[in-house]
T-cell receptor, first 111, second 113 residues
Framework: QKEVEQDPGPLSVPEGAIVSLNCTYS??????FMWYRQYSRKGPDLLMY????GNKEDGRFTAQVDKSSKYISLFIRDSQPSDSATYLC???????????FGTGTRLTIIP | KAGVTQTPRYLIKTRGQQVTLSCSPI?????VSWYQQTPGQGLQFLFE???????NKGNFPGRFSGRQFSNSRSEMNVSTLELGDSALYLC????????????FGPGTRLTVT
């Protein structure tokens, strides 16, 4: 079993829809939960991160972590065609630079 | 502020050859990590360097090595290339080892024939 599992998709939704992207993980030592967005032929860009359990909102994006069930979510409201990309979850331990990535979910927003 | 730069952007090599990839971190960043990205395995951690020392290593064979210079620039080397080494190699920098923000470069696309 991989440390981080993520549905690879692809996921296609109409513009304006709410998108839900999810990951599960097995390592209970993970404390920071990062979300990266990767456009085609580019390196990943840090979208947002949360520490421990709870929610964090940044504009149209909300990251949610439930450490009790080892479940990570990213919600995108009012989705736009420019949101079309691969989204990668990447938890990590404190003091450890290593990021453990999920396989990424390829998202397409249809105008 | 300039981002992470990686050279070369594209590379084609033959099995058995060796290759060196270069990464220049964001100015002021002292930690550099390397990742391999393939369609089958996704993004996998190779190693991390801080203050010219390897601090962490992923599960890759010894053919994969790296180093960091005093100006924080880093190189990674792959010897005796195999077809399975074809991948996008990504470098990420962060200010310190406990910085949770890692910034990635555009990657070097390596094709082994």
């Amino acid at each position: 079993q991989k440390e981080v599992e993520q549905d690879p998709g692809p996921l296609s939704v109409p513009e304006g829809a709410i998108v839900s992207l999810n990951c599960t993980y097995s390592n209970s030592a993970f404390q920071y939960f990062m979300w990266y967005r990767q456009y085609s032929r580019k390196g990943p860009d840090l979208l947002m991160y949360t520490y421990s359990s709870g929610n964090k909102e940044d504009g149209r994006f909300t990251a949610q972590v439930d450490k009790s069930s080892k479940y990570i979510s990213l919600f995108i409201r009012d989705s736009q065609p420019s949101d079309s990309a691969t989204y990668l979850c990447a938890p990590r331990n404190f003091g450890n630079e290593k990021l453990t990535f999920g396989t990424g979910t390829r998202l397409t927003i249809i105008p | 502020k300039a981002g992470v730069t990686q050279t070369p952007r594209y590379l084609i090599k033959t099995r058995g050859q060796q290759v060196t990839l270069s990464c220049s971190p964001i100015s002021g960043h002292r930690s550099v990590s390397w990742y391999q990205q393939t369609p089958g395995q996704g993004l996998q951690f190779l190693f991390e360097y801080f203050s010219e020392t390897q601090r962490n290593k992923g599960n890759f064979p010894g053919r994969f090595s790296g180093r960091q210079f005093s100006n924080s620039r880093s190189e990674m080397n792959v010897s005796t290339l195999e077809l399975g080494d074809s991948a996008l190699y990504l470098c990420a920098s962060s200010r310190d080892r406990d910085s949770y923000e890692q910034y990635f470069g555009p990657g070097t696309r390596l094709t082994v024939t």
